[in-house]
């Protein structure tokens, strides 16, 4: 990846004199800044099943083999016109790095990769756990293909995902116990009930789950220097904690017991990592911006992804104007998330009909958005989201 400030000179120059062509990577840069030519569009590559882009892929072999990724990726791109592809890699949750550290995961042909066994089922079994000390495994998988796809396609841009300390922490401990740790951890910190503390302790370790989210803090901070150092760019970068919301834990929780966690990643790696942390509504960003302090709070992530739908799936339309009126006030880009129930059952038409309500809407508001297919579910078709991010180059021009 080149220079992120040639990255932009140029792509400033491209949007002001109309000389030479915007590509993918140029434009995500300008509508985190402002505004591009257009609406800028996103694939989640992985999230589409394998044989939903050629039948001789299966997960199986897309476990063992960089190349069948590579080769299913350049599939993808040859199909579908997308301005940003994420994570070009099919291994599940395996790339994150705990595969490494212990964790067990079952690989079978037809389901992605899925946890079932976790290297953490005591305090004492922290302990063991020793951070990487070079990219190896899944971890160095999805580095030398990232690299290699980015070399292959220097005009699309490639964002590293990276789990954060609570997702990784769900990885190693289990997403069973997980959340029972640090409610119980909770409690005792939050009475000061001497009975009710020796209750808490009979019941479980209130101990574990500082303790882990120590380790899983130390180890997402490694995890993306390793990959630094290993010639990957943060740009675009995303720190994901997505399990770290409703209805695992509120909103106050979050802030109180995971964010200061989230928030010595990003510090250490000077700010450079996006925050995903996915809101309910729109009130809840509203809330977020005018009563929580000002610092990593303000750099989510602003998108409708768990937003209420209709039984279709789509967002509820009357979250459009509130969100982008959010988003306009505080200068953010937004990314309108097109559910995959909604793709795999619509027609064109319902399609267009959606596209062209959300990037109108944009247009007419000024307001930065982007616009992603995270999900062609069994049933859908690559078609469809092409056709999609079609209608987004039609409808969504500034």
């Excluded at 770290?244 to 250490?268: G, T």
């Excluded at 007419?364 to 991010?389: C, D, H, R, W, Y």
Aim: aromatic share 10%; hydrophobic share 40%; with cysteine.
């Amino acid at each position: 990846m080149a220079n992120l400030m040639a990255i932009m000179l140029k792509a400033v120059a491209k949007r002001k004199l109309g000389v030479g062509k915007i590509n993918g990577t140029e434009r995500f840069m300008l509508s985190q800044l402002g505004m591009a030519d257009r609406i800028p569009t996103t694939l989640g590559a992985t999230n589409i099943e394998p044989h939903l882009i050629d039948p001789k892929y299966n997960y199986t072999i897309l476990a063992k083999s960089p190349e069948a990724n590579l080769e299913l990726f350049e599939k993808v791109c040859e199909r579908v016109d997308a301005d940003l592809i994420v994570a070009p890699v099919w291994q599940g949750l395996m790339f994150f790095g705990t595969a490494e550290l212990g964790t067990e995961f079952k690989i079978t042909d037809d389901r992605v990769p899925y946890s079932v066994g976790y290297p953490i089922k005591t305090k004492e079994d922290i302990e063991k756990i020793k951070l990487p000390e070079a990219p190896a495994g899944y971890f160095k998988m999805y580095l030398d293909i990232t690299k290699e796809a980015q070399r292959r396609r220097p005009d699309l841009l490639f964002t590293m995902l990276f789990d954060g300390p609570w997702d990784l922490a769900m990885l190693l401990r289990g997403d069973d116990k997980l959340p029972l740790d640090m409610r119980l951890y909770k409690d005792y910190v939050e009475t000061d009930d001497p009975i009710r503390k020796e209750k808490i302790r009979k019941r479980g370790n209130p101990d574990i789950y500082p303790a882990i989210m120590e380790l899983t803090t130390k180890l997402a901070i490694q995890h993306i220097s390793l990959a630094v150092k290993y010639g990957m760019s943060l740009t675009g970068a995303m720190l994901v904690d997505q399990y770290a919301a409703s209805p695992i834990m509120s909103r106050q929780d979050y802030v109180k017991y995971v964010l200061p966690y989230i928030e010595r990643v990003w510090l250490h790696h000077k700010k450079k990592v996006q925050i995903m942390y996915p809101c309910p509504s729109p009130n809840q960003m509203q809330e977020i911006m005018e009563k929580e302090p000002d610092g990593i709070n303000h750099q989510i992530l602003w998108a409708n992804y768990i937003f209420p739908t209709t039984p279709e799936g789509i967002t509820l339309p009357e979250f459009d104007r509130p969100v982008f009126e959010l988003a306009k006030k505080y200068k953010k880009n937004f990314s309108y998330f097109l559910h995959g129930k909604f793709l795999r059952d619509a027609t064109e038409l319902e399609i267009e009909q959606v596209v062209k309500r959300v990037c109108t809407l944009a247009v007419q508001m000024g307001v930065s958005l982007s616009f992603i297919i995270s999900s062609v579910p069994p049933g859908a078709s690559l078609e469809k989201a092409n056709f999609t991010f079609q209608m987004v180059q039609k409808y969504g021009r500034y």
